[in-house]
């Protein structure tokens, strides 16, 4: 980006401030720490300069916002053309209630909703079951059966919002619960929009909700890819997560290299089912955490696009710009909240709301202030979304396109981000792929040390955490949480029972037979899917049929 | 004077919560601490944790709990635990627990309830005084 008469004399400008000023200042006023570092401990140096961006290519590296390789943006216009989808997770207790949390933000100007379900539905048991005791209704909503489905979209048009839900190993039953109802509201398929998580490799490595072996759950992960695209083209078909990994502990590279990585063993095995890679990579999407760096978080938004870009186009040879896009959803860093002086949250979730804005997402979620203690609240909810009303409305930061692109360290960040995300994917490679390497529990490993990393310098006070190892106050803030209403497993249940009873019991009978002949096969099960869920069958039943087929996960545990 | 046998400590992830940085951080501070620790991994019954703590003859269940299902799952740990004679075991447990569901906790049996942001050193501080020690040899 500079000749090299004005590099030459910019170093030589340098060594000159150098001596003359930053020694001086030096000998009197030591820096505050011998090392300065990300939060992921990556080196930060005092001063960047051109030299830290030396080799940097314009057109090459960054380009312009809507064209290769994306740097930039994946759209033209980012943030001054449309604004992120304000996407707040939740679902608690029953389907009403979470129906009326759902109303309640879309009247408060959330502009998409994000289904939380709740463990049982997410890990295939229906409410009823004995494993599911004292687990319904507690962290998402339960989907049981399509009634649920029925009840928690209840005076919400399926063609006038988007959802995203975040279900993996059950994503086809309850994805086609969605599709049910859409059709029982008479919205054609190719006008639902929207994003369901099916991402199970990460489920494997560091959210814990599988079922099947990991070559079952891949053929259910791509039976989705390859319905959507051929029925409900805007749905986004998955949503490679990085988020969880991050949450797991995972330092920005590692949830960068990861997902990605992730991401190449979806596609590929999308493509070796035989389906065109401009077909359905359009419709692939990504999930990141945001932590507290605020610079180290832009470079890794920056970095993810540029190398998904360069993977989709170099590696599998796509030429549609649209399956280049690496279109993001952001979640706070969960794992940053606090339960001691609750109110600062609000503070640590808007500095990394502006930096999900600032690295150009797609939708954001901010995280409530009161969840290292429970559930969110109506009250911290809403200022969960009024912090991003505010960011977007009045901070100006959306005025114009990557507004921190062209800064020397964030250039460099980028590129040292980029370089050592990509040293992960080959070694990932070399092991033979995202699969084989969680089967032999590299990405584990690699994350548990990383989490007993960080735990070690917040112990040590190497890292502070305002009010928790520094800035500690006695007095405690009063706080009114959300309680999950006592009765709401017991109304589940019931409602569970009284669809078991009405139902044409033969026809799900029926219905699951057909679907468990099909999953012995090889074709795709969404039709069957469909099937079974328009008659009622329910999503126990429905992993059940399919746990015959294919068996169990059995859990790799890695300290 | 004999050898002091090393506490024996097992780390247990109950329901179907998947959320265990923190279980696995306790794990290896436990180790680092000098005890024997044996970690079940993710989403075991009650049932299942009690076998394990009978089998591996422990000191100590430390339990994880991040889904919200503690009410219904740790009263039926320590009541498996002690129809398993093993109601001297220390039963302790950390996650996101709302102070008010703390009194009910100790009254089923939890000794103690460590939320977020505790310090390691506070919670093997809490196990090296509490935990039993007739076994020494």
Known sequence: ?559 | MGLERRVRVLVAKPGLDGHDRGAKVMVRALRDAGMEVIYTGIRQTPEQIVEAAVQEDVDVVGLSILSGAHMTLFPKITRLLKERGMDDVLVIGGGIIPEEDIPAMKEAGIAEVFGPGTPIETIVKYIEENARMEKEL
């Open chain 1, 1 to 559: 980006m500079f000749d090299k008469r004005e590099l030459t004399s910019i170093v030589k400008e340098k060594e000159r401030w150098e001596r003359e000023t930053l020694e001086k200042t030096l000998a009197r006023f030591p820096e505050r720490l011998p090392e300065f570092t990300t939060v992921s401990g990556m080196p930060i140096e005092r001063l960047y300069t051109p030299m830290d961006v030396e080799d940097l290519d314009y057109v090459r590296d960054l380009g312009f916002p809507g064209e290769f390789p994306f740097t930039r943006g994946v759209y033209a216009t980012v943030h001054r053309g449309r604004l992120w989808t304000m996407r707040q997770y939740a679902g608690f207790g029953t389907a009403e209630e979470s129906n009326q949390r759902y109303k309640y933000l879309l009247e408060q100007g959330q502009t998409g909703l994000s289904v939380a379900f709740d463990l049982p539905t997410q890990i295939g048991y229906d409410s009823d079951h004995s494993i599911a005791s004292g687990e319904v209704g507690r962290v998402g909503v339960p989907v049981s059966s399509l009634r649920d489905m029925e009840i928690l979209f209840d005076g919400i048009p399926l063609d006038k919002v988007s959802t995203s839900m975040t279900i993996n190993s059950t994503a086809p039953q309850v994805l086609a619960m969605y599709f049910a109802l859409a059709e029982k509201q008479g919205v054609p398929l190719n006008k639902v929009d929207g994003t369901v998580q099916n991402d199970i490799l990460k489920e494997y490595v560091a959210r814990g909700t599988y079922i099947y072996p990991p070559e079952a759950s891949m053929r259910l992960a791509v039976d989705i890819i390859e319905y959507c695209y051929k029925n409900a083209p805007r749905f986004n078909t998955i949503s490679v997560s990085g988020y969880h990994i991050r949450e797991a502990g995972a330092t920005a590279v590692q949830e960068l290299a990861f997902t990605l990585a992730n991401g190449i063993a979806y596609v590929e095995a999308a493509m070796e089912r035989g389906l065109p890679i401009d077909d359905f990579a359009p419709r692939v999407s990504f999930f990141f955490a945001c932590h507290n760096d605020l610079f180290e978080e832009v470079a890794k938004f920056r970095a993810a696009r540029r190398m998904w870009a360069k993977i989709v186009r170099e590696r599998f040879g796509a030429r549609d710009p649209r399956s280049m896009l690496l279109r993001y959803h952001v979640q706070t860093a969960g794992c940053t909240l606090t339960a001691q002086q609750p109110y600062n949250n609000i503070v640590r979730v808007t500095i990394q709301a502006l930096a999900a804005v600032l690295g150009g997402a797609q939708s954001l979620h901010t995280n409530s202030f009161d969840e290292a203690l429970a559930l969110p609240s109506e009250t911290a909810v809403i200022t969960a979304l009024r912090t991003q009303q505010i960011i977007a409305h009045e901070s100006g930061v959306t005025n114009t396109v990557d507004p921190l692109g062209g800064s020397f360290f964030m250039e460099s960040l980028t590129n040292k981000i980029e370089e050592e995300a990509m040293e992960y994917i080959q070694k990932i490679d070399a092991m033979g792929g995202a699969m084989a390497a969680i089967q032999r529990g590299f990405y584990q490993k690699q994350i548990a040390d990383s989490a007993y990393k960080y735990q070690k310098e917040v112990e040590s006070k190497e890292k502070t955490v305002v009010g928790v190892n520094e800035f500690i106050t006695e007095a405690k803030v009063p706080i009114k949480l959300l309680k999950v209403d006592p009765e709401a497993e017991e109304k589940q249940v019931e409602r569970l029972r009284r669809v078991r009873a009405e139902r044409d019991g033969k026809k799900v009978k029926e219905v699951l037979k057909k679907l468990r002949r099909a999953a012995e096969g090889r074709g795709n099960l969404m039709p069957f899917m469909l099937e079974a869920v328009k008659a009622y069958a329910t999503t126990g039943e429905i992993s059940d049929t399919l746990r015959e087929v294919f068996g169990e996960y059995k859990a790799m545990t890695i300290v």
